[in-house]
């Protein structure tokens, strides 16, 4: 059985043994020794036949050149590729992130400064989340915008007096055009003749009444309060306001009314003498809201149904 080369022998071993087998098998032609050096004398060899053929053991000893050293000035500090200038650039709503980045580290940067209540914050329109979506230019749901409007929050709680310019200023761009909370609604007075202004609706009537200190005479667009309203219920409806003050020859009544029927202008007359007497005296308020002057919506007790304390938020599918 003849032996047979293992095929794990590296291949520089076996360059070597053919290169042995060549020099024993050629003939001398000088007597000066061949000096083989670190060259195998398989090269040797294929060079006499004219072949330059290289290997990577086929280096001179004084042809080897190590790698030049590195010049660190000449090295380029730019990234390989673009850096994006947002740390959101790869999400779905990065403007959107950016915004929240923004407001979070304004709050951790001035967590260290004084707050006050909820109640004591000034009341901010903040941006609705249609006009916030078209601040930003991107669509989000509905609860990331909440949590905006949340931080907003927290900002606007910070001490008017010891708020930086720049969260003035954060706020204010993202508040309302035109902040219904910002301009405070000035308060009724009476003019320089003494008289309270009123007005009042009720379903389709519109009242504006006049009150002035006086002996208790009550007109209604120009005729006094019997000639107005025949119905004792109507009379007695007018000057309810007055009547359960006992306030009823203390004023006098201008009032003017249009539209709906006898019923409904009488109440609207109820309502803006009320709101006319608030001004004269505000600390009849509580008094005219127990006796029914003042409410908030009369046709509340109209659509009362029985069983129900509020009809009017049960679900329209209720059986009837």
């Known amino acids: 059985m003849a032996w047979q080369t293992p095929s794990c022998v590296p291949h520089a071993m076996q360059s070597v043994r053919s290169a042995t087998y060549l020099r024993a098998s050629l003939p001398q032609r000088s007597a000066a020794p061949t000096y083989f050096g670190p060259r195998l004398s398989l090269s040797a060899h294929s060079q006499r036949r004219g072949k330059f053929r290289s290997y990577a053991t086929d280096v001179e000893a004084d042809s080897f ?7 660190f000035e000449q090295i380029r500090t730019l990234p390989a590729r673009v850096v994006p200038m947002s740390p959101a650039y790869f999400t779905g709503t990065p403007k959107f992130f950016d915004c929240l980045l923004r407001l979070e580290k304004a709050l951790e940067d ?20 249609p006009q916030f979506q078209e601040h930003i230019g991107e669509a989000i749901p509905t609860k990331k915008f909440k949590g905006v409007v949340q931080l907003l929050q927290q900002l606007n709680r910070i001490d008017y007096k010891v708020m930086p310019e720049s969260v003035r200023l954060m706020l204010k761009e993202y508040t309302r055009p035109g902040n219904p909370y910002g301009n405070k609604s000035v308060q009724p007075t009476v003019d320089e003749l003494g008289r309270a202004r009123g007005k009042g609706k009720r379903k389709s009537s519109s009242a504006v009444v006049h009150l002035v200190e006086g002996e208790g005479e009550v007109l209604v667009n120009g005729k006094n309060l019997v000639e107005a309203f025949p119905r004792v219920h109507d009379r007695e409806s007018v000057t309810w306001a007055l009547r359960s003050t006992a306030r009823l020859d203390k004023y006098n009544v201008w009032a003017t009314v249009s539209g709906g029927g006898t019923t409904g202008q009488a109440e609207a007359i109820a309502l803006a003498l009320g709101r006319a007497l608030m001004i004269h005296e505000p600390a009849l308020k509580p008094l005219l809201r127990k006796a029914g002057v003042i409410t908030v919506d009369a046709r509340r007790v109209e659509r009362k149904k029985p069983g129900h304390v509020k009809a009017r938020k049960m679900p329209t599918w209720v059986k009837r």
């Open 110 to 129: 001035h967590r260290h400064l004084p707050t006050v209540s909820s109640s004591d914050a000034p009341r901010v329109a903040w941006l609705k989340q």
């Open 65 to 71: 050149e190590a790698a030049p050293a590195i010049d």
